[in-house]
């Protein structure tokens, strides 16, 4: 039998005939790298104020226009035929070590080759780099007086308008934000100097600020590379390297598995995200790192259990530690959310928000239980041979609810009782004066004016504008039906009010408004249909809460209630019952109404229930 050996080994025969070759480049493949790495105008030009970095220059001047650019330079520039050869010439020529900061393959210049026309002046050279009539072919002259520095004129292959101007120029000195020579951009300079600035922190890598929001805006030594999300490493603001990053072929993302300096920048960031768990209020974004950092295993469980991460159904942030033995169930779809409100109301459960726990990077409860079964004895003493019974009682909405099923129905209002149809009455009134002032206060803060009007007794513009030009539209009051909602709104027509609320106020005979003004207030602050997903967003909370704080006053508030009781007690006396038999008077003014009323006729058909609804 013949054995065979298993690895195969090459044969000395062919090894002596085989002829040792190089890999070569098709010239299509530079052309392509040329047109692909080509982002946007703005990192193109970004390019060539690196180059003059790269060329020991000390300034770099732009212009813009609609039609082209010039780049000029006081560096090195191209010092000899050799040098426009090996390194304009050739892509790909790696820089020896040291001599540039940002250069690598000397392959950004083909930037500006995909966006303009280009000519080159430096030196006694010129080249003319045309890639849309002449390929990868360019014209060089040696011959012309000579030159110190570079000088790059640019004609657009297609022009900008002026609002693509506008944000060009203003793109490009964000990008150029931090560089480390002077940069103008039409004769303004656009950058400074990190030493001559204040910052948060600065280490032997780099310069760090922070800020409360926006994303962290990374800067490779000057240049821009990236504004990353927040929740990526934890904190917002600015950081600005003194040492080279490695970053991709295009410049515009770290390799932060590959950076050295990178990863000390971000241990210091790591110290800054910790700090995060002592604030008293976080941004989402703040909330999204920490969430993360924690699910990463980079940050403990005690530092960060009793940080308000997730969100509940009723728009509220809660702890970790509050999941602790608890019953916890979450929201799978928008109606759900508004029955997770009744079950916490009732005190039956914790209801998580749809979506809650993506800021961990999971999305079922029984993720989250097991992202928390380290954590799960929390200092009490267990037995290890007890069986783990989960962190909390994970639930559904409908084991919790199952009667509940999120409804709601607008009812006929020919069909209300006279008392009922009495009260919505009065609340048409009380919603068209919150409307009013809404939109004073809208407009008032457009302007920039303040609610006082002028000594001189000038009729302020917000009272004229909003008269004339309302932005929130009138919204007829409606009574309807809802297992889970006291009131709901499409967010542009109308804004139904429960009757079980009304039920209640008849039932016991005693008319509180005010309730009723702050729930109409509520709802006309919601400018999008809220019967589904009851959410508050930062639009809707700057709305409700600076008008209270800033434009509302008591005796408004006073008004709005005398308003909606006298459209009540009308509405009655429109249809003969009196008022006297219907209400316990609680208030003197009440009753002076209530007096004032029964003496007086009927207004007219609009204050009844049928024209304030019509």
């Known amino acids: 039998m013949t054995s065979t050996n298993s690895t195969a080994q090459p044969s000395t025969e062919s090894t002596k005939l085989a002829e040792r070759r190089t890999f070569r480049m098709h010239p ?128 657009w292959y297609d022009p900008l308008d002026s609002a693509k101007l506008y944000r060009l120029a203003h793109d490009l000195g964000r990008l150029c934000a931090w560089m480390q020579i002077v940069v103008t951009v039409d004769a303004r300079q656009v950058n400074r100097f990190p030493a001559d600035a204040q910052w948060d922190l600065e280490t032997k890598d780099a310069y760090l600020k922070c800020s409360p929001s926006g994303g962290l805006t990374v800067y490779n030594m000057g240049a821009l590379v990236r504004i990353y999300a927040a929740e990526e490493f934890g904190v917002s603001g600015v950081v600005v390297s003194k040492r080279a990053l490695t970053v991709n072929f295009a410049r515009n993302d770290l390799l932060t598995s590959k950076c050295t300096v990178w990863r000390s920048i971000k241990r210091q960031l790591d110290g800054l995200r910790g700090a995060l768990v002592t604030k008293k209020v976080l941004t989402d974004a703040e909330r999204d790192a920490i969430a993360r950092a924690f699910a990463a295993g980079e940050m403990a469980y005690q530092d960060i259990a009793n940080v308000r991460l997730l969100l509940n159904a009723k728009g509220n942030h809660v702890s970790l530690a509050s999941l602790r033995d608890s019953k916890v169930c979450m929201a799978a779809n928008l109606s759900e959310q ?56 994970a639930c559904t909405v409908h084991e919790l609810a199952p009667d509940i099923k999120s409804f709601y129905k607008i009812l006929d209002s020919t069909k209300l009782g006279k ?52 932005r929130l539209a009138r919204r007829v009051v409606v009574l309807g039906q809802s297992d889970t909602a006291q009131a709901w709104t499409d967010g542009a027509t109308f804004i139904a009010i429960n ?21 109409i207030l509520h709802e006309y602050c919601h400018r999008e249909n809220d019967e589904q997903a009851h959410t508050h967003g930062p639009e809707f909370y700057r709305l409700f809460h600076d008008y209270q704080l800033e434009w509302s006053e008591p005796w408004e508030t006073f008004a709005a209630e005398q308003d909606v ?32 009323v029964e003496a007086a006729g009927v207004a007219g058909s609009d204050t009844t229930a049928a024209g304030a609804i019509n």
């Open 499 to 519: 009757i079980d609320q009304i039920r209640r106020m008849l039932e016991n005979r005693r008319f509180l408004s005010t309730p009723f003004l702050y729930l």
């Open 565 to 596: 009781l006298v459209g009540y007690l009308k509405g009655l006396k429109a249809v003969g019952s009196p008022a006297k038999s219907h209400l316990l008077v609680e208030h003197s003014f009440q009753a002076d109404l209530i007096q004032r």
């Open 338 to 393: 508004r029955i997770g409100e009744k079950i916490m109301d009732a005190g039956l459960a914790i209801c998580l928000a749809q979506g809650a726990l993506s800021r961990f990077g999971i999305s079922t409860l029984a993720e989250l239980d097991k992202l928390l079964y380290p954590h799960s004895t929390g200092g009490r003493s267990r037995s290890i041979s007890v069986i783990y019974r989960g962190f909390f009682k």
């Open 419 to 470: 008392q009922q149809a009495a009260v919505l009455a009065g609340l048409q009134g009380m919603a068209d004066k919150v409307c009013k002032k809404l939109n004073e206060y809208l407009i008032a803060t457009e302007l920039g004016e303040s609610k006082r009007w002028s000594p001189s007794g000038d009729t302020p513009r917000w009272w004229k504008e909003a008269k004339d030009n309302p």
């Open 28 to 155: 299509d493949l530079l052309w392509s790298v040329i047109q692909s790495q080509a982002g946007t105008a703005d990192k193109a030009l970004l390019e060539g104020v690196m180059n003059a970095v790269d060329a020991g220059a000390t300034r770099c001047d732009i212009e813009l226009s609609a039609t082209g650019f010039r780049i000029v330079d006081d560096g090195r520039g191209f010092e000899s035929r050799q040098t426009v050869e090996d390194f304009f010439e050739t892509f790909g020529t790696p820089h020896k070590e040291g001599d540039a900061t940002y250069g690598k393959f000397r392959m950004g210049r083909g930037q500006l080759f995909s966006f303009a026309f280009t000519t080159w002046r430096t030196g006694t050279f010129l080249m003319s780099v045309d890639i849309k009539k002449l390929g990868l072919d360019y014209d060089l002259r040696d011959d012309l007086e000579h030159t110190p520095g570079c000088a790059i004129e640019g004609t």
